[in-house]
């Protein structure tokens, strides 16, 4: 079936530095990919999505490019910050259901 | 735009009472899912429905839960009785016609 697999966490970094979570999928097909982000005591939220092979998704400084031949959707951000900190999820979305990965905890120091 | 409410935000109760979960998407939705958060097992999708219609509630781990949505509006998962492995945060969400989902702020359920 379908499945997301995701960098193991927790990560930590200094603020400005540059991020990579790293997400591979299996999926038959051509799913969409996802990355959410959930802060303390809260929901998940829609970060950023692609739709094909090739889409980059991008959002409050996070990218994402949707690499079919590497079966990956890995997120980056250039330089991140305190704010930042928080769980992040990606997943794709088979023929009517989202599957997730099992999150990335990030912290950023100041 | 499209919301959902759950409610309570907290519930504590003791092994062996009845939970109820309530859920309230506010519009915009064709789909709407049931998930449980552990640190253990992470993001598990219970159940969801579509047009108010279960379609798949194999992620339903025993027959003590069980789910409804009598219509657009409102879905209720209940959990009768509770056992203390049932502590976790549950969420609603829903899918809108965008296919983007939304969560809901969860349930805290703590079984003692």
């Known amino acids: 079936g379908d499945s997301v697999t995701q960098m193991e966490g927790p990560v930590t970094l200094s603020e400005e530095a540059f991020l990579t979570i790293n997400c591979t999928y299996t999926a038959t097909g051509y799913p969409s990919l996802f990355w959410y982000v959930q802060y303390p005591g809260e929901g998940l939220q829609l970060l950023l999505k692609a739709t094909k092979a090739d889409d980059k998704g991008s959002n409050k400084g996070f990218e994402a490019t949707y690499r079919k031949e590497t079966t990956s959707f890995h997120l980056e951000k250039g330089s991140v910050q305190v704010s930042d900190s928080a769980v992040y999820f990606c997943?794709?979305?088979?023929?009517?259901?989202?599957?997730f990965g099992q999150g990335t905890r990030l912290t950023i120091n100041p | 735009d499209a919301g959902v409410i759950q409610s309570p935000r907290h519930e504590v109760t003791e092994m062996g009472q009845e939970v109820t979960l309530r859920c309230k998407p506010i519009s915009g939705h064709d789909y709407l899912f049931w998930y449980r958060q552990t640190m253990m097992r992470g993001l598990e999708l219970l159940i969801y429905f579509n047009n108010n219609v279960p379609i798949d509630d194999s992620g339903m781990p025993e027959d003590r839960f069980s789910a409804k949505m009598p219509n657009a509006s409102f879905s209720t998962l209940k959990i009768q009785p509770s056992e203390p492995r049932d502590s976790a945060v549950y969420f609603c969400a829903i899918q809108g016609r965008n296919y983007g989902y939304t969560f809901g702020s969860g349930t805290r359920l703590t079984v003692v």
């Open positions: 997943a794709l979305r088979g023929a009517q259901k989202l599957v």
